[in-house]
T-cell receptor, first 117, second 107 residues
Framework: DTGVSQDPRHKITKRGQNVTFRCDPI?????LYWYRQTLGQGPEFLTY????????KSRLLSDRFSAERPKGSFSTLEIQRTEQGDSAMYLC???????????????FGPGTRLTVT | GIQVEQSPPDLILQEGANSTLRCNFS?????LQWFHQNPWGQLINLFY???GTKQNGRLSATTVATERYSLLYISSSQTTDSGVYFC?????????FGTGTRLQVFP
């Protein structure tokens, strides 16, 4: 169990540029989640996948945001035409929804810190 | 949606002290987790506890789902306990995080 990994860990970009983040979940986990955390706040839910299907999207996820999980393994989160308000920590989590007492428990990656200048 | 309130917002302790962190939530839930966010931003799982009581070393947690609150107990605090503690209940897989309790433990 190597844990959830995210790449890159830090990204600085200029306003208007596109950025893409990657998340690799724990290998046997079939659910994958994206959250966003701004300074002084708790993480906010963005979207989640079960295998390759995107099951729910928050209203926080504007049209400039798109997430994919093409083969039900890793996921990417793309932000187009970045704005300064997009500056935040983007967190990925995964869980195994397979019954038993550990269903629903989410494990988080280290996050990608995005700074838009 | 579910509203989450954590108290106290800030807590300063001397090493060895005990503390209780509280989480109130507005609706029934079937999922609740406690996390510790360390100074580098990593969220570390402490407990998955939608109901009942669990203990892990110096930490324990209790959730009373019918009364919509959860408590996290930290005993004999250490400087490494410093950071932000988040409660995150949810009604599906979507966790709703509170604003956290910032804990500082001094030697």
């Amino acid at each position: 169990d190597t844990g959830v990994s995210q790449d890159p860990r830090h990204k600085i970009t200029k306003r208007g540029q596109n950025v893409t983040f990657r998340c690799d979940p724990i290998s046997e986990h079939n659910r994958l989640y994206w959250y966003r955390q701004t300074l002084g706040q708790g993480p906010e839910f963005l979207t989640y996948f079960q295998n390759e299907a995107q099951l729910e999207k928050s209203r926080l996820l504007s049209d400039r945001f798109s997430a994919e999980r093409p083969k039900g393994s890793f996921s990417t989160l793309e932000i187009q035409r970045t704005e300064q308000g997009d500056s935040a920590m983007y967190l990925c989590a995964s869980s195994s929804r397979g019954g038993g007492t550990r269903a629903y428990e989410q494990y988080f990656g280290p996050g990608t810190r995005l700074t838009v200048t | 949606g579910i509203q989450v309130e954590q108290s106290p917002p800030d807590l300063i302790l001397q090493e060895g002290a005990n503390s209780t962190l509280r989480c109130n939530f507005s609706d029934s839930v079937n999922n609740l987790q406690w996390f510790h966010q360390n100074p580098w931003g990593q969220l570390i799982n402490l407990f998955y506890i939608p109901s009942g009581t669990k203990q892990n070393g110096r930490l324990s947690a209790t959730t009373v789902a019918t009364e919509r609150y959860s408590l996290l107990y930290i005993s004999s605090s250490q400087t490494t306990d410093s950071g932000v503690y988040f409660c995150a209940p949810g009604d599906t897989d979507k966790l709703i995080f509170g604003t956290g309790t910032r804990l500082q433990v001094f030697p």
